[in-house]
């Protein structure tokens, strides 16, 4: 067994230094993960009563979850595509669409301004915004720069399905864009995606989702950029897998759609509260084509708080779980092998809550009841264990593209575990019942709010003081019987879950955030003109209310502000009136600066959104 681990971790060492040999890496990396599970079914279930034939047979069928997990990863992962923008020959027009509900308007009109600032002939698209929170703000927020508004009679019914459907019928183009209220596209979007609809049979294109702000991980841990974002794997890696077998999935945001197929269909489905991919999945079945461009061509925002994050997450996975009940793509007519299996493994990945909460709760049987649900030497599974799982870290790396690694993959499923176990169970349990759509909470102040964190974290809390005293009473037995079986194995599980659990609470920490708005790193040449004489600086973050700045001396100034000038996308000079709050001199020298803007019109906030988020 020994050997054959080596053997095998050497090859996938040498191997995976080439893109080209992807496949062989994940099937050696699968064989280590195949040849585990059958050694745990051969020798190491338990057998000597009906409780622990129960609880080993439990917690095995978790483990097999994870197997099954792997084969659909390594199946959407083998291959991946890299299209390039096809040039542009025609210049249909285009629909562009923006939902919007209660979000704050700020983040209505930065994208807006961004869907404006498209590089494509003025009188070829029109920017609509598809209000469902019927406010009158919002109506004359698009009314003041030039875009359509459209608001259903009354009160929304499926959601932003509705709200998609209504603008269908009420508009003409022969495109459909679709963007999130905080979905800024690039200038460059409708330019780089048109061109794949020169071929016919193509339905809808899809871009990936770029996120502008940390998300909880990376903001609550405080690991910012050294862990990537948790979505980046999908968007990375996955959906341009999926491509390879023309199943890549419309996300709700950044995508681009044919309309006659799309009527054809119906418009956007309603029967789930996720009409993104369960429409893709109908366009699909149809025979249409799918393209996903993996090139960043918006900028969005990711759940600032734990609380947002659950209910976004626990609406996707009541959503694919509906898909499955009510149009299983296993047996929806039209669908290729490759595209059931691709639609079926999204679906299947919303089920990890249950496997996740069982692994993590397993030792328990052993620490606290005396069931263990392992009997094996020890020496012998953590050989057969670690070798899949040093190959797994070894694979995902490259594999995902630097996205991820198994350690993070168990913290944030081990956040999600017990709202997503629940959420699972609700929609089995009651398949028919209608699901509220809930607008997952964009564009926040995050304070502090202990009662709130305790509500969703309190599964964590409770999970881990058993841990922590079934760890006490384990260690104890393990003086006094060195020999009960399956002790030390449960002793070492239950640590490394403990550890894994004390990390996955720390995120519902939350960080407060005091700023407006998330200031993004950019490295712009500027000019400040302080009294009227020109200071050399350079922009290292900004936003729209503000800059931090490098500058190479302090400045002093006798009036209450300066003058900051940009070049905007298109060669003119903006300025930008503000006044300095903070200057502090860096170790590296230099000074750091911040810049807090003020009195900016209308023309001046366009072009800073055009200047952060053009390109």
Known sequence: ???????????????????????????????????????????????DDISSIAVGGIVYLAELYGLCQFCFFAFQSSSLTDRQPPPLTVYPT???????????????????????????????????VLDDGH??????????????????PDRPRHAKAGNLNHALRMTDSDLVAVFDVDHIPARTFLKETIGFFDDPNVAFVQTPHHFYNP???????????????????????????????????????????????????????????????????ALHAKGY???????????????ETFEGYLKQRKRWAMGCIQVLLRDNPLTKRGLTLAQRIDYFGSIFYFFFGIPRLICLVAPLFSLLFSTAPIHADTVQLLLYFFSFYIASALVMRPI??????PFWSDIYEIAMCFALSAEALKALSTPRRERPFEVTPKGQRVKKNVSTELSLAWPHLLTFGLLIGGLVF??????????????????????????????????????????????????????????????????????????????????????????????????????????????????????????????????????????????
Not at 10 to 16: Q, T
Request: proline share 4%; aromatic share 8%.
């Open 1 to 47: 067994a020994a050997g054959v681990s080596a053997v095998a971790l050497l090859l996938i060492s040498l191997l995976m230094s080439s893109d080209r040999n992807r496949r062989w890496v994940l099937l050696l990396s699968l064989f280590l993960y195949a040849r585990y599970m059958v050694w745990r079914a051969l020798y190491t279930l338990p057998t």
């Open 94 to 128: 285009v629909d562009v669409f923006v939902t919007v509900v209660d979000e704050p308007l700020p983040l209505l009109r930065q994208t807006l301004v961004g869907c404006l600032s498209q590089e494509y002939p003025r009188d070829r698209f029109k920017v609509y």
């Open 135 to 152: 406010r009158d703000e919002a109506k004359q927020l698009a009314a003041a720069l030039g875009c359509g508004y459209l608001r259903r």
């Open 215 to 281: 998300d909880i991980f990376q903001r609550n841990l405080r690991v910012g950029d050294r862990v990537k974002n948790e979505q980046a794997l999908f968007f990375r890696t996955l959906q341009a897998g999926r491509d390879s077998h023309n199943s890549a999935f419309f996300a709700g945001s950044g995508g681009l759609f044919r309309r006659g197929p799309l009527e054809e269909i119906g418009g956007f489905q309603t029967q789930t509260i996720t009409e993104d991919i369960h429409t893709s999945m």
């Open 289 to 303: 084509k799918s393209c996903y461009l993996n090139r960043v061509l918006s900028a969005g925002l990711m759940p």
């Open 400 to 405: 995902s593209r630097g996205s991820r690694n």
């Open 474 to 615: 384990g260690f104890q037995r393990l003086q006094q019987d060195p020999s009960e079986p399956g002790l030390s194995i449960s002793l070492f599980w239950g640590t490394v879950n403990l550890l894994l659990l004390t990390i996955a609470m720390l995120v519902a920490n939350e960080q407060t955030q005091g700023r407006q708005a998330f200031r993004l790193n950019r490295d712009f040449a500027s000019e400040l003109y302080v009294d009227g004489t020109s200071v050399p600086a350079r922009i290292v973050n900004i936003n729209q209310h503000g800059a931090g700045l490098s500058l190479e001396q302090p400045v002093f100034t006798a009036q209450d502000f300066v003058t900051l000038l940009l070049t905007s996308p298109s060669g003119n000079i903006v300025r930008v009136t503000g006044k300095i709050v903070r200057q502090e001199r860096r170790p590296s020298g230099g000074i750091a600066a911040g810049l807090q803007f003020t009195d900016l019109d209308d023309a001046t906030k366009h072009a800073l959104v055009d200047k952060i988020f053009g390109d």
